[in-house]
């Protein structure tokens, strides 16, 4: 896996940690900043693995759905928490789901910051 390349966005919403023993119990929000990496073994013609800007673009579509939100409102924290760990999973997943054009693009593993100083990461 020769080659990675990893974009930065973010997004603003609101979530609540049901079960949790503390300050995170009540409805609060975060900017998280996210991460994304994808890998590719090939490059094209030009010598791109996948266009900055092409990824950058299905990122943000992706980020679109859990900004200015209430995550746990959001289908896919219907079930579990919206913590750090599971929106980096469910944005993983989403990025799965998305085509990179010709080359043998895959993601490798989205990074989600909570705050500056704490992040949580997945890949499989
Ligand atoms: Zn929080």
Redesign the pocket.
């Known amino acids: 896996m020769p080659y990675t390349l990893t974009i930065k966005s973010s997004f603003s919403s609101a979530?609540q940690?049901k079960g949790y023993q503390g300050g995170?119990e009540n409805l609060?929000g975060?900017n998280w900043a996210v991460e994304v990496s994808v890998i590719s073994e090939t490059l094209n013609d030009i010598g791109l693995a996948v266009d900055f800007r092409e990824l950058k673009k299905i990122v943000k579509r992706v980020l679109k759905q859990y900004d200015h939100v209430v995550l746990n409102d959001h289908p896919d924290f219907r079930e579990k928490n919206p913590t750090a760990e599971n929106i980096a999973c469910a944005i993983y997943k989403k990025m799965g789901e998305e085509s990179y054009g010709d080359n043998q693009v895959r993601v490798d593993k989205i990074t989600v910051w909570?705050t500056e100083g704490c992040s949580a990461s997945y890949s499989e």
Do not use: A, G
Request: charged fraction near 15%; hydrophobic fraction near 15%; glycine fraction near 0%.
């Open positions: 979530h940690l995170c609060h975060h909570e």
